[in-house]
């Protein structure tokens, strides 16, 4: 399997059934990636949303065990469901590029990527109907966003982890982390300069 996409997960009917849209658009045949749904005790409806997408998506479900709501404690619940050989993190209310998937794997493939790949995100205001910004790579080295991370390497290897009492800023510590233990090994992330997060 290619690909382990984890979700972290609280109220989201709303929103969760764009993101697996977005999914399914990707360039990636069904049985080469995995979504992981990591639901921190939900009191919506969203999990029945999921569960119409489960004839063309593979999807994991985990809960978290602790009482504090907040998306490190549900990533790192999420971590020993990983399959994939790359993984990356998508919050519920946000979506992926068209053909982003695609695209990662091809350049991954071509430049023997080992680590972790960086790439460019989109943020956009749906309220107002109109455009946000563009982030390159550079700008988001301590956010998950638009992040594929090796699994052998980052998890394996470099044991990174969640701090998972973390109500904020979650993503800082992961990728300080990561960056700390490729800088080590004099490596870095390597940044590709496409949009694959929206």
Not at 62 to 70: A, G, L, P, Q, S
Not at 113 to 128: A, G, I, P, Q, S
Not at 163 to 179: A, K, P, R, T
């Amino acid at each position: 399997m290619k690909l382990s996409i984890v979700v972290p997960c609280w109220n989201c009917s709303k929103t969760i059934g764009r993101l697996l849209d977005s999914v399914l658009a990707n360039g990636l045949d069904k049985a080469e990636y995995e979504v992981i749904i990591c639901d921190d005790k939900s009191t919506d409806n969203f999990l029945d949303i999921v569960k119409t997408y489960e004839d063309k998506i593979n999807v994991i479900y985990c809960t978290t065990t602790r009482e504090v709501h907040c998306p490190g404690n549900t990533r790192q619940a999420a971590l020993p469901y990983i399959h994939g050989e790359w993984f990356t993190f998508i919050d519920n209310d946000d979506m992926f590029e068209p053909d982003a998937f695609k695209n990662v794997f091809d350049y991954i493939e071509k430049n023997n990527v080992e680590y972790t790949l960086c790439t460019n995100m989109r943020e956009y205001y749906y309220e107002e109907q109109r455009y946000g910004r563009e982030i390159i790579g550079e700008e988001t080295d301590t956010w998950l966003h638009g992040k594929f991370f090796n699994k052998k390497n980052t998890l394996d290897i470099f044991k990174c982890y969640f701090q998972d009492d973390l109500i904020s800023h979650e993503d800082v510590f992961f990728n300080s982390c990561n960056l700390a233990k490729l800088i080590s090994i004099d490596k870095d992330y390597v940044y590709y300069s496409i949009f694959t997060y929206k």
